[in-house]
């Protein structure tokens, strides 16, 4: 579930994560889709505030174990000059390899939040920090990709 009046922001996260597969398609004209199979940890600080909740900071951690990704990007060109544009980012696991995504949120300054919360908090670190790896992958493979083609224009 979503509550409009609870606002998260993640800050200072360092990840290490393994790509073990890739693929990247053209869908259709204008766009590029890139599929990746990863595995990873993160930790941050995930901040959240609103919904009669004190503003308040915690310590977050993530784990991905055979997570899968789909990242679909557009074309776009304006003023002369293209660019990708996020156009849709699927994230899932791959459950035949028993693929999981776990969060584990540590040092609140007080105790157990009430399960509805903690559920939110879990899906906003699970989608701010997910889709911050899954777009920097995909930017660096597209990177030299990009050049590529710049260079073959």
Same mark, same amino acid.
């Given at each position: !579930?979503?509550?409009?009046? #609870?606002?998260?922001?993640?800050?200072?996260?360092?990840?290490?994560?393994?790509?073990?597969?890739?693929?990247?398609?053209?869908?259709?004209?204008?766009?590029?889709? +890139?599929?990746?199979?990863?595995?990873?940890?993160?930790? !941050?600080?995930?901040?959240?505030?609103?919904?009669? +909740?004190?503003?308040?900071?915690?310590?977050? =951690?993530?784990?991905?174990?055979?997570?899968?990704?789909?990242?679909?990007?557009? #074309?776009?060109?304006?003023?002369?000059?293209? =660019? #990708?544009?996020?156009?849709?980012?699927?994230?899932?696991?791959?459950?035949?390899?028993?693929?999981?995504?776990?969060?584990?949120?540590?040092?609140?300054?007080?105790?157990?939040?009430?399960?509805?919360?903690?559920? %939110?908090?879990?899906?906003?670190?699970?989608?701010?920090?997910?889709?911050?790896?899954?777009?920097?992958?995909?930017?660096? %493979?597209?990177?030299?990709?990009?050049?590529? %083609? #710049?260079?073959?224009?």
């Amino acid at each position: !579930g979503s509550f409009s009046c #609870l606002e998260a922001a993640q800050r200072d996260t360092s990840v290490q994560a393994d790509l073990h597969d890739v693929s990247i398609t053209i869908p259709r004209s204008g766009a590029i889709r +890139i599929e990746l199979e990863f595995s990873g940890y993160a930790e !941050g600080e995930i901040y959240v505030n609103g919904c009669d +909740i004190v503003s308040t900071a915690c310590v977050d =951690s993530l784990t991905v174990d055979r997570g899968i990704a789909e990242v679909e990007l557009e #074309l776009e060109v304006s003023n002369g000059k293209p =660019s #990708l544009d996020v156009h849709e980012v699927e994230i899932g696991t791959n459950d035949e390899l028993g693929g999981s995504i776990s969060v584990t949120l540590s040092d609140c300054p007080f105790g157990d939040w009430p399960d509805f919360v903690q559920n %939110l908090v879990d899906e906003a670190v699970e989608r701010l920090v997910l889709r911050g790896v899954v777009l920097e992958f995909a930017a660096g %493979l597209l990177t030299p990709l990009a050049e590529d %083609l #710049l260079v073959d224009m």
